[in-house]
């Protein structure tokens, strides 16, 4: 449902963000641009740009700079559509940035290559017009069009209200921990039981293949993770997109696949855990033409969710995933999204085996690969991460999890079950009977949860339940959609809550750190 270890900030300078072009009565304008590179190495670099707005609300904005150096070239942004023409850089905000209120804030960045030199650009400009950091009134000019609105996905559109940093000072938080089961708890290397609390984070599922607009959808940045720690937030799981990790033929936008997407998972990953946040990397949508029961899509393309992975792509993603991570323990890898072979199978029994074992499933007509070819393509490359994996009839049932439970040899398995109100194990009744004796011999941890009305009042019983039991969870998602039909936690990425994510705020500051 529904990169490299080191950051290096080499400084902050002052440039002018002035309104769109208004040929009557011209809009007082101004910003301060900071242009930070946060990591460099040998032909290569990250940097971070944040605009701050001065002077009236915008709605429309294009910043341009120039590289002082040859052989500095954007290769791959976010948060803008970015182009270069020689040394000449322009960014053009998207869809649901394009508004810019004064006093605000939206943050940018991008990867990019230097040869000899990678200096820092000396002047910024807004619609051809430079500034100094003060409130000028611009002359008229030509302003580049904002992007096109993404294709509608399975998801609502994204606001348009712009990121700012938060005014609430998140609290303050070491590296994320490195973390291993022991018997039925996650421990940090100190053996001090920990919980998963926080939320879901989509974007990285869809927007690369489907929508075609970027790698994920809103915000990546340092302000909307320093939102996330205002509300206590701890654990992030990140939906990913097999085909666009592998930079398989599917995908239609090479820059949004391959290299460039594993970097950017890289780079948001690292970002995490520097906040104290616990990253999970998770297989959301994956390769095989399914259309029987259930389908969400008849494509064979990974534009939905399918009823198990498959042998062509998923082991390769997985054991991509491992490479990208073993060492670091910080990392919690969740192998699929939300299973659910019963459906096509015709029962339980086949659904259970098919989720383990893989192979030929009757009714899906791609060769699938169970959960434990996935196991054992993150063993194989020696990563010792915790994984989690969820049940069937889209990871809410789990009945008969621990009797097919794959083998591991790290014995680092948690289970992960997703409940809504409008699921059928969506009581307390049935939590007691069916989840309860999961929990008590192994990790569980609630890897989405929410409600479809906007409330909060099953998302509140379900939490309270969780406390109880010792189980963490993470609510469904921390983007801005609709909170009736996506369900959305946040209406901005400052961290305004929706009523929805009112609940889960709230728990949060009570029970995480």
């Given amino acids: ?65 120039g590289f002082p150096a040859a052989g500095q070239t954007v290769t791959q942004g976010w948060n803008a559509t970015w182009t270069q023409s ?17 006093s605000q804030s939206v943050s940018l960045g991008f990867l990019g290559t230097w040869s000899a030199t990678n200096p820092i650009p000396a002047t910024f400009q807004l619609n051809g017009v430079t500034c100094t950091g003060s409130t000028s009134t611009p002359t008229p000019s030509t302003t580049s069009s904002p992007s096109t609105s993404p294709t509608a996905t399975p998801t609502p559109t994204p606001s348009t209200t712009p990121p700012t940093t938060p005014t609430t000072t998140p609290p303050s938080a070491g590296a994320a921990p490195a973390l291993h089961v022991s018997g039925n708890q996650v421990v940090t290397a100190a053996g001090t039981p920990y919980r998963f609390y926080g939320v879901n984070r989509s974007g990285g599922e869809f927007a690369c293949i489907k929508n075609r607009t970027g790698i994920w959808d809103g915000p990546m940045d340092q302000a ?38 594993q970097n950017e998972v890289k780079r948001y990953v690292k970002l995490l855990i520097d906040n104290g946040i616990t ?54 890898f969740d192998l699929f999204n939300e299973p659910y072979p019963e459906r096509a199978t015709g029962d339980a029994t086949s659904g259970w085996k098919c989720w383990r074992d893989g192979g030929t499933c009757a009714g899906i007509n791609y060769s699938v690969a169970g959960f ?19 049940g069937l009839a889209y990871s809410n049932d789990l009945s008969q999890w621990l009797a097919y439970k794959p083998t591991d040899p790290r014995n680092n398995l948690v289970a992960a079950v997703h409940v809504y109100n409008f699921n059928t194990c969506a009581s307390t009744s049935c939590w007691d009977s069916q989840l309860a004796p999961v929990a008590a011999q192994v990790p569980l941890m609630f890897g989405e949860f929410g409600q479809n009305d906007c409330g909060h009042g099953f998302a509140d019983g379900l939490m309270n339940w969780a406390d109880a039991h010792s189980i963490g969870y993470l609510g469904w998602t921390w983007n801005t959609w609709d909170c009736g039909s996506g369900p959305s936690l946040i209406s901005d990425y400052n961290g305004t809550a929706t009523a929805y994510g009112q609940g889960l705020k709230t728990h949060l500051a009570a029970v995480s750190n």
């Fill in 1 to 65: 449902m529904w990169r490299r270890t080191a950051w290096l900030a080499v400084g902050v300078f002052a440039a002018a963000v002035l309104a769109p072009v208004i040929p009557a009565a011209q809009a007082a304008g101004g910003c301060q641009v900071d242009y930070v590179v946060q990591d460099q190495w040998a032909g290569g670099f990250q940097s971070a740009v944040t605009v701050r707005n001065l002077g009236d609300a915008l709605n429309g904005w294009t910043l341009t700079f």
């Fill in 372 to 390: 434990q070819t996935l196991v054992n393509a993150v063993r194989a490359t020696g990563a010792t991460n915790v994984i989690a994996l969820g």
């Fill in 224 to 261: 909307s993770v320093s939102a996330m720690r205002a509300w206590k937030i701890r654990t992030v799981r990140v939906p990913l997109n097999e085909e666009c990790w592998l930079g398989t033929t599917s995908n239609p936008v090479p820059e949004y696949s391959g290299t460039a997407y």
């Fill in 86 to 102: 020689g040394t000449d850089v322009k960014a053009v905000n998207t869809s649901w940035n394009a508004a810019l209120p004064s």
């Fill in 279 to 332: 990253p999970i990397v998770e297989l959301h949508w994956t390769y095989g033409a399914y259309n029987g029961n259930s389908s969400g899509c008849a494509d064979v393309a990974s534009v939905c969710q399918k009823p198990m992975p498959d042998t062509q792509y998923s082991p390769a993603f997985w054991t991509g995933v491992a490479n990208a991570f073993k060492g670091n323990d910080a990392v919690v």
